[in-house]
């Protein structure tokens, strides 16, 4: 039932906040990336791979309208150096992220590598959506299923796995100049 509900959720949501460890969290993707994430599976024909597309960037129309939700990634270095869909679209990934986040409703924090184990790493990737006068939902997905928390203890628990893991990030403006640096890199 939730699962189908995650575009309107996202909708609703004033303030969205996500951590992912391995890939660019998908408010955030170009559809190039997009793509390539769903044919690295090999599994799904070009059509399917296409709707998806279609779909994430159907999401992404949040960010763009007159009044959008806030938005607060923090995005393990594992995933900016896992080279997805060639050295071209990591560059222009990253070139988007940098986009971004020069938006004042969009934070963007890297987790450097360096900091080794940290409260997320156990917890997997997962969004936190918080809403204007109702209850806020923890949603995490799997292969082949998604996972909704409810109950205020999990909220606050996965609220306060992002503040550690904030904590440990580097600053927004580190954050850039570091997605900017590797944006150089992927032209050598």
């Known amino acids: 039932m939730f699962r189908s509900n995650l575009p309107a959720f996202e909708a609703g949501a004033s303030v969205i906040r996500t951590y992912e460890a391995v890939l660019i969290p998908g408010l955030l993707q170009i559809p190039a990336y997009t793509a390539a994430i769903f044919r690295g599976g090999q ?3 070009s059509a399917v791979v296409d709707r ?3 779909a994430r960037s159907a999401r992404q129309k949040i960010l763009d309208r007159e009044d959008p939700p806030s938005l607060v990634a923090l995005i393990d270095e594992a995933a900016l150096l896992k080279v997805i869909g060639g050295q071209a679209v990591m560059r222009a990934q990253l070139g988007h992220l940098v986009e971004m986040a020069a938006r004042s409703n969009i934070t963007i924090q890297v ?7 940290h409260s997320a ?3 997997g990737p997962f969004v936190i959506l918080d809403f204007p006068g109702d209850p806020s939902l923890v949603y995490m997905a799997t ?5 909704w928390r409810e109950q205020p203890e999990e909220y606050q628990r996965y609220s ?4 550690h893991v904030s904590t440990s990030a580097l600053s927004p403006d580190e954050s850039t100049k570091y ?4 944006m150089d890199r992927q032209t050598r």
């Open 143 to 147: 292969a082949t299923d998604s996972l």
């Open 52 to 54: 998806h597309v279609e």
């Open 111 to 117: 987790v450097p590598n360096a900091v080794g184990a």
């Open 160 to 163: 306060l796995i992002l503040t």
């Open 43 to 45: 599994v799904l024909d």
């Open 179 to 182: 997605m900017i640096a590797m």
């Open 121 to 123: 790493l156990t917890a």
